[in-house]
């Protein structure tokens, strides 16, 4: 599976992005998936992840701002971001596991090559 993930850029305080992965090399309705994101100096982080039958999760620092969705004809998966924070500048990674759906970078089969989100004042 390969994973192209694109959309990040430069906003505001406030303002919004929406990131895109999209899949190829297998079944993408069969793929769990997921965002994590890295900022400098610190761990990869859990972002939120969507599970085949479309069910969402968010960690906390992004519920009511953040929507992941999926479009299984398009073999893409979205993070929508709304009301961008300082804390929200990483690298985003999109990535998909084959067999479950978690927060643990760990258990994801394939990764995308991540795209930068900066939010300034």
């Known amino acids: 599976v390969q994973l192209q993930a694109s959309g990040g850029g430069l906003v505001q305080v406030g303002g919004s992005l929406r990131l895109s992965c999209t899949a190829s090399?297998?079944?993408?309705?069969?793929?769990?998936m997921g965002w994590f994101r890295q900022a400098p100096g610190k761990e990869r982080e859990y972002v939120s992840a969507?599970?085949?039958?479309?069910?969402?999760y968010y960690t906390d620092s992004v519920k009511g701002r953040f929507t992941i969705s999926r479009d299984n004809a398009k073999n893409t998966v979205y993070l929508q971001m709304n009301s961008l924070k300082h804390e929200d500048t990483a690298v985003y990674y999109c990535?998909?596991?084959?067999?479950?759906?978690?927060?643990?970078?760990?258990?994801?089969?394939?990764w995308g090559q991540g795209t930068q989100v900066t939010v300034s004042s």
């Open positions: 990535a998909a596991d084959r067999s479950r759906l978690g927060t643990n970078s760990r258990s994801y089969d394939y």
């Open positions: 090399g297998r079944t993408f309705n069969s793929l769990r």
């Open positions: 969507i599970s085949r039958s479309s069910g969402t």
